[in-house]
């Protein structure tokens, strides 16, 4: 066999052509001939090595904050078996860890489905000529020269050149993408660099043939398919981090540098003031984990969690949780158009008919709409008879139904057929007689004819190409009357009507004899012309809507198709995508591109059209090189590898095929645009109250470990100080944990902030330790500190004037652990706005914040006045008279946020 010659298809070869080169011939091969190459090309087989589960657990280790919580795990573990009261402190550490570990093997484990469900879209069996004869064999044994039977139902096992074909119909929507069956042909294309769906001649594996027979020789199989290349892009493609996570990484790395700076210094201070080693070391480490956030992944895991269940409400599945806020931020959403900013239901529009022209509303398959006159609404019953007759055709001359189920309607049989039917349904519609014959559509003959029994003789209903249909006519209905025949004109209408990118049909019909009963070809002649009929996939009305407001959020909208070039421009115009005078960029130019011209052009270009699977991943790739955050739509399986390339990919749950699902961040469940939209308003405020969450967290972190260094460097100078820290450890790990659950969590079901679409998406590079966050994080760390320190100091004070009272010293800690939980409480009032007072929203728009605040309150007195609770905690019940000077801790954490949040709007404003 000779292989391809370079830069060719197989589509742009002869049949004889294609047989030579395969050293075969339309016999098939023999068997010998077909064992020898099945030993050179090996199985039709898609071949992908999976990581074992324990590798993939093991790699879920591979996190910084994680190898952090490790060692402090590992050393608070140690120091409970020296006698250490540190127990709770390591099972909670290793808690977090494992959980964490959890999430992550259970996410990661989704990205390797796509190229098993692949894998099974293979077919087991297929019917080929081996030895002269037919045969059935398992579709894994075919090779290249390999002669294959098609009919219609039969799915293609590998890649075809077909030489034969009668009426071939393919659908290849789990390739391309596109819903309607391509028209197959036997015939080369001279064209080169011509994607899946311009390749008529070409039968794909992994679709199938919806009527008619062909015949196809294998030219490709296994991982040298179509469906093989796709699969090899798809190993070849990494998920990229999203930036979500990659912000988090790089704050762990920020908090390691930042914790372990504080508890070296710490170390070193207790060392430079002659206190003892082993106290030195222990203190250093309840510093550590008095400043590690052991709880952080666990909230952002349940912020991501919450931000699921409220996206699933607008239709749009999660799959990945960090994909729950990336929405939030893309800068870019590259759509496909059939299904996703149209509804994939083709929709009759215009009509031409009796020298009028007629518009039609009502979008999709609903027959629900109004017919147009001029600028005025008319009954087409009331019309002249022409308007009717034309929509009475395209409704008998069909083989297509409407259906109902629960207000939601639906087409059974070809796209096109439906939209007549509707049409005509709009109109009132809805009888047919007795039909005695039909000449079915062929792609040779392009019309359909049917005959029918009517009052007053049998009419023949035509409905076809314009051109094919008038060549039948020789005369056109007009007001009534039968006219001469206006070919020109009817001609120059479908052009317009295509050049707006309609598909067209001609209607004509002819009464014959009642003693007629059979249709023949040569029946059709002397026709009488009624009209045409345009039809498209017209945009969803949420969809107009929804560009707009990408717009206002400052996301560019991308339409990205397999469609042709004029319908693209066409619906693009309509939805608002690009300017009228923007250039689409096709497949062709596409392939004739280097990855560095299409980065140059890929920021201007906001509508491709005949795209191939390499080219929706290239343009997704230029476009993150140009520094966006790009989100992917896609159904078919040639849009897997672009969708798992993307930020964040986009999978159709109603069209989708099972391989772009499981490839995808993101399921839509009914397959709209409008949805995304929707996806990323809860995206934006995923991030508020992730960053809310943040900025409240920290600071609990940081006012401790304050606290506790704060102790060690006033020891040598306040005795009190050098006898017992303000918090125990137990305290401090209480704190964290239980502020977390009842205080932090409760931020995330705050509602929705007012203009989240109305500004521009955040900067993928801003860093979540920025200003505000120092800031913020500083001054409620410091007050917080403070607090601690001034009331430990003073009641403690108290309990060693008279020498040293064990039971003083536990109940001013009591008293500084009371304290710090106010400063938390006083604090979460303000921190529900991170730019707003709190004197400016309702404080009873969160009931959550008001239920943490209640049960952190009376958890918290109960841990200091319930006698075992006592034991537990270390702590002890303080006298009343105490509390006037306790409760004014409230204040400082509110009101230090407050004069910050004031100060920076008077900056702002001079």
Known sequence: MSALPNGTGWYQLGAEKTFELLAADNTGLTSSEAKARLERYGYNELKFKKRSPLVRFLLQFHNPLIYVLLVAGTITGILSLGGEDMVGDTVVIFGVVILNVIIGFVQEGKGEAAIEALQRMMVPESTVLRDGKKQVIPARELVPGDVILLEGGDKVPADLRLFSVKNLHMDEAALTGESVPVTKVDSPIARPNLPPGDQRCMAFSGTFATQGRGTGIVVATGEHSEFGRIAKLMKETHKITTPLMRKIAAFTRFLIFAVLALAAVNFILAVI?????????????????????????????????????????????????????????????????????????????????????????????????????????????????????????????????????????????????????????????AKKPPRLDEIPFESEQQYM??????????????????????????????????????????????????????????????TVPKEKKL??????????????????????????????????????????????VQTAKAIAQQLGIGGSGDKVLNGEELSRMSDEELYEVVDRVSVYARVAPEHKLRIVKQLQRRGHIAAVTGDGVNDAPALKA?????????????????????????????????????????????????????????????????????????????????????????????????????????????????????????????????????????????????????????????????????????????????????????????????????????????????????????????????????????????????????????????????????????
């Open 519 to 564: 249709l023949y070809s040569d029946d059709m002649r002397e026709l009488v012309f009624l009209g045409l009929q345009g039809m498209i996939d017209p945009p969803r009305e949420e969809s107009i809507e929804a560009v707009k407001k990408c717009k206002r959020a400052g996301i560019r909208p991308v339409m990205i198709t397999g469609d042709h």
């Open 449 to 510: 004819a049917t005959l029918y029994e009517e009052q007053g003789g049998n009419v023949i209903y035509v409905k076809g190409s314009p051109e094919r249909v008038l060549r039948m006519c020789h005369h056109q209905l007009i007001d009534g009357s039968i006219e001469p025949l206006r070919s020109e004109e009817i001609l120059a209408r479908a052009d317009e009507m295509a050049g707006d990118a309609l598909r067209v049909l001609g209607m004509a019909y002819k």
């Open 646 to 910: 993307a930020d964040i990919g986009i999978a159709m749950g109603i069209t989708g095929t099972e391989v772009s699902k499981e490839a995808s961040d993101m399921v839509l469940a009914d397959d709209n645009f409008a949805s995304i939209v929707g996806a990323v308003e809860e995206g934006r405020h995923v991030w508020k109250n992730l960053q809310k969450a943040i900025l409240y967290t920290l600071p609990t972190n940081g006012g401790q470990a304050l606290l506790v260094i704060g102790a060690i460097l006033a020891a040598p100078f306040i005795t009190l100080f050098a006898l017992r820290l303000p918090l125990e450890p137990i305290q401090i790990l209480w704190v964290n944990l239980f502020d977390s659950v009842f205080l932090t969590l409760p931020l995330m079901m705050e509602p929705k902030e007012k203009g989240l679409l109305e500004s521009p998406p955040r900067s993928p590079k801003e860093k979540i330790a920025n200003r505000l966050f120092f800031t913020r994080v500083g001054l409620v760390s410091l007050v917080m500190a403070a607090t601690g320190f001034i009331v430990y100091w003073i009641y403690g004070h108290l309990a060693i004037s008279g020498g040293v009272n064990e039971l003083a010293l536990t109940r001013a800690q009591s008293a500084a652990f009371i304290s710090v939980v106010l400063v938390h409480v006083g604090f979460i009032v303000t921190a529900r706005s991170i730019t707003e007072s709190a004197f400016t929203f309702n404080p009873f728009s969160n009931k959550w914040v008001l239920w943490g605040i209640a049960i952190t309150i009376t958890t918290n007195l109960l841990i200091v006045y319930v006698p075992f609770l006592n034991t537990v905690f270390r702590t002890a019940p303080f006298p009343t008279e105490w509390w006037p000077l306790i409760i004014l801790a409230l204040l400082p954490g509110f009101l230090v946020v407050e004069l910050e949040k004031f100060l920076k709007k008077q900056f702002k404003r001079g």
């Open 273 to 429: 003031f002659k206190y003892d080693l082993v106290y030195s070391f222990l203190a250093s480490v309840s510093l550590a984990v008095a400043a590690i956030p052991e709880m952080l992944p666990v909230i952002v895991a349940a912020i991501l969690a919450l931000a699921a269940v409220a996206m699933a409400k607008r239709n749009a599945l999660i799959r990945r949780l960090p994909a729950a806020e990336t929405l939030g931020c893309a800068t870019v959403i590259c759509s496909d158009k059939t299904g996703t900013l149209t509804k994939n239901q083709m929709t009759v529009v215009y009509i031409y008919s009796g020298g009028k022209h007629y518009k039609v509303s009502g979008v999709g398959y609903e027959p629900r709409g109004e017919f147009i006159l001029g600028n005025r609404g008319i009954n087409p019953t009331q019309q002249d008879q022409e308007l009717l007759k034309t929509l009475r055709a395209g409704y008998l001359c069909n083989n297509a139904a409407l259906t109902e189920d629960k207000a939601e309607y639906s087409i059974v049989g070809d796209p096109t057929e439906g939209a007549l039917v509707v049409s005509a349904t709009k109109a009132g519609i």
